[in-house]
């Protein structure tokens, strides 16, 4: 008579809470058996803490001020884990988007018609994208050694395109940075969809399924038949086209470009946004859903603090401490489901 081990069950991006063996426990602890119980714990907390100290918190108009604010580093994250869980990184998506940024402003400075802007942009974004690709791809150089090399020189190049000064646009795309179709902003849509797009890709398409392949193990999914290559080519591309959509999300909001808008930081944000959300470092893991919650503790983290009128000193501070408690509490969240 043999004795059976029992398998852990997989990670996947959705689907069914994982079963519970045994009494359910009360509490704090039965919420972190939820999937991103313990993400959501520490956003409900930052919300209820600021809605007591800030009225305004939830005005309409904070609200949904919060959402289009959120909208474009939901853009940047989507591609980021979709491109993580194939084992990838690219630290030059935001300035990718930085870039965008400003040459389309440029563009319509010029004169140029909206349409055509924005096809241009998003080529040049997608290109950039694809170089990063290639140099990933087919020398040896780290994906995070390379973007991020990228991302710096990208910002450098953002900086050079305006040459120090500020552009604005007047009107031209206010529609898409301020207008709202059934109370919800345009730039929430286009993330919602984007987002969207990408949950089913993960989840539903065979694309999705070599990217989760590729981020178990490379060489076996090249033993496989997948065309690991051509996969990266098309992930990294994917993340530039859509860090281009950031730069002209970004762009319609605020109506001008200015040195510095978007780069790095922004670009750091939205990493935090996908780690904490629970796609893996190290790929063969990731969640959309995870994700839109990152994004959206960030979003309110800010907020939060603007309306606390924390100093500007501190805020750095708090933030990292709220993404540190929130990343511990969804390691421990992850520990305590099935299979680890």
Known sequence: MSLKTPSASPDTTAGEPPRRSGASRPGARSLLRVPHGGL????????????????????????????????????????????????????????????????????????????????????????????????????????FVATLASAMLLDGVALLVLNGMSVTIGDKMSALGNDEVAGVPYLTVVAVLVLALTGVTMRFTTFGRDAFAMGGNEHVARLSGIDVNARKLALYALAGVLAGLAGLMLLSRLGAAAPNTAGLQTQLTAVAAVVIGGTALAGGHGTIVGTVFGVILLGVVGNALNLLQVNSNYQLVVTGGVLLVAAIVNEFQRKSSPGH
């Open 40 to 143: 959501l714990l520490v956003l409900v907390l930052v919300c209820v803490f600021t809605a007591v100290q800030a009225d305004a918190f939830t005005s309409s108009q904070n609200l949904l001020n919060v959402l289009r604010q959120v909208s474009v580093n939901a853009v940047i994250a989507a591609g980021l884990t979709l491109l993580m869980t194939a084992g990838g990184m690219d630290f030059s998506m935001g300035s990718n988007a930085a870039v965008t940024l400003c040459v389309g402003a440029q563009l319509l400075d010029g004169g140029w018609s909206t349409p055509a802007v924005v096809v241009v942009c998003l080529a040049l974004a997608t290109l950039i994208g694809l170089v990063n690709g290639l140099v990933v791809t087919y020398t040896r150089v780290a994906p």
